[in-house]
């Protein structure tokens, strides 16, 4: 059975770098039918997708984001892993790691629907 | 962006009823659309995807339906297990979007 578990910091200050690392157990990362991606849900609020990464490297990212937002993967490790830059306090978020569906939309494959997900880890941008 | 409207965004209901949720597009999204369950602290839980497509393991009190710009999720028989933030996902494009949810509360 696959499972996602997420890993870093708790609380990071202004201005800093938000890292997050998500390792896999129970299956590949490195499977060709499926990509990985980062979702985040502030405290009571909606879910909102950050990014997907496919094994090779091929990045989808939010554009809302994508000037602060880096994910990557390291198929050694079974892990992939997110750094948000300049974070605020519009950060604060619990950051869920999940894997989508790899859907081919000719002439594209996206990413799909999200199954399955971490357990997900409450950052906090804080000084 | 392509823009999910839920709604409502809450409801009150008693176990056994049958409970409707929507979810709209602000574009065509063909059939492709998920749901997801939420519960307090917890991830979410993929119940459908493809519009209608039941996920293994999830009750068939469960459904789904709807193309174009409009979809529902329907529970049947509401259980105390259900009360929980249901939220719509669409896949149409690349930049991935959910709806606000709608929370399923005890009457």
């Known amino acids: 059975q696959l499972q996602l578990q997420e890993s870093g910091p708790g609380l990071v200050k202004p201005s800093e770098t938000l890292s997050l690392t998500c390792t896999v157990s129970?299956?590949?990362?490195?499977?060709?039918?499926?990509?990985w991606g980062w979702i985040r849900q502030p405290p009571g609020k909606g879910l909102e997708w950050i990014g997907s990464i496919y094994y090779s490297g091929s990045t989808y990212y939010n554009p809302s984001l994508k000037s602060r937002v880096t994910i990557s993967v390291d198929t050694s490790k079974n892990q992939f892993s997110l750094k948000l830059s300049s974070v605020t306090a519009a950060d604060t978020a619990v950051y869920y790691c999940?894997?989508?569906?790899?859907?081919?939309?000719?002439?594209?494959?996206?990413?799909?629907?999200?199954?399955?997900w971490g357990q997900g880890t409450l950052v906090t941008v804080s000084s | 962006a392509i823009r999910m409207t839920q709604s409502p965004s809450s409801l009150s209901a008693s176990t056994g009823d049958r409970v409707t949720i929507t979810c709209r597009a602000s574009?065509?999204?063909?059939?492709?659309l998920a749901w997801y369950q939420q519960k307090p602290g917890k991830a979410p839980k993929l119940l459908i995807y493809a519009a209608s497509t039941l996920q293994s393991g999830v009750p068939s009190r469960f459904s789904g339906s709807g193309s174009g710009t409009d979809f529902t999720l329907t529970i049947s028989c509401l259980q105390s297990e259900d009360f929980a933030t249901y939220y719509c996902?669409?896949?149409?494009?690349?930049?991935?979007?959910f709806g606000g949810g709608t929370k399923v509360e005890i009457k």
């Open positions: 574009q065509g999204i063909s059939s492709y």
């Open positions: 999940a894997r989508p569906k790899l859907f081919v939309v000719v002439p594209a494959a996206i990413p799909a629907w999200f199954d399955p």
């Open positions: 129970g299956g590949s990362i490195s499977s060709s039918s499926y990509y």
């Open positions: 996902q669409q896949y149409y494009s690349y930049l991935l979007t």
